[in-house]
């Protein structure tokens, strides 16, 4: 499992690489800083929803949904499967949290030691 999160990591530093050398005008460290962030904060938004998600906070209103729905429409469904769906943090895959986890924090550090570097120089 510890060599998938780095593996992953050298995976997501190499697209930065590629990123920055295909879409930059100039080739500088602040560009590259730049291709970093936008990674960075890919991962760290999909990592906040999930946070969100697996807390519950979806709970309430998903089985809200499906109960209106259920009455609305009508459906001939005479088990009622709607009460035993799972809700969204029910579904909430614990290794990808975990590895998507180790890449915020690992890709945040990453920026902010660029970025002491760059203001050092």
Do not use: C
Request: proline residues 2%; hydrophobic residues 55%; without cysteine.
């Amino acid at each position: 499992m510890l060599l998938k999160k780095w593996g992953l990591l050298f995976v997501n530093i190499v697209l930065t690489f590629i990123l920055f050398f295909i879409f930059s005008s100039e080739y500088n460290l602040l560009h590259y800083i730049n291709a970093v962030f936008y990674l960075s904060f890919f991962y760290l938004v999909l990592f906040v929803f999930m946070y969100i998600a697996k807390g519950g906070f979806f709970d309430g209103v998903t089985f809200s949904f499906r109960r209106f729905n259920h009455t609305m429409f009508k459906k001939d469904d005479y088990l009622e499967e709607w009460k035993e769906k799972p809700l969204p943090s029910e579904m909430m895959n614990k290794t990808f949290y975990a590895s998507l986890r180790f890449q915020v924090i690992v890709l945040v550090l990453f920026l902010l030691v660029l970025l002491v570097t760059f203001y050092n120089l």
